[in-house]
């Protein structure tokens, strides 16, 4: 039975990411909003702030590829940071939404490997 409220539409891309880095939320901030983290994970998207919580995280609107919103929060824990990434978009009519959201999940995941092994001193091996 309906209690009258509309369901709200669901993305096309709707991801959810969290990993555990054992350093504080300020010592990643600006790792995790730089130009250089964006253009490597989300190249084809351009970005607006439309919501800056400081060391907690930044929301994006985005534009380009596809349209929604991106979000990083930074949630202290214990004596390190669990970083949540969200990906709200949706793509254009006739877009491959299942290459898409497969590209930004192996960029994100990637990614939080090198932001983690580097703010945790630990560096990756040359391949």
């Not at 555990?20 to 964006?38: F, K, M, N, Q, S």
């Amino acid at each position: 039975m309906s209690d009258g409220r509309e369901e709200p539409a669901l993305s096309d891309i709707d991801l959810i990411d969290e990993s555990w880095v054992a350093v504080p939320p300020a010592a990643l901030i600006d790792r995790l909003t730089g130009h250089e983290v964006w253009q490597a994970w989300f190249p084809g998207l351009a970005r607006v702030v439309f919501m800056d919580r400081a060391e907690r995280g930044v929301r994006w609107s985005v534009t380009g590829e596809a349209e929604g919103s991106v979000e990083v929060w930074l949630e202290a824990f214990g004596d390190g940071t669990v970083v949540h990434w969200y990906v709200r978009v949706d793509a254009p009519p006739g877009s491959n939404v299942d290459r898409l959201r497969e590209r930004y999940v192996q960029a994100v995941n990637a990614g939080m490997f090198v932001v983690k092994d580097d703010a945790e001193g630990r560096g990756r091996a040359p391949r």
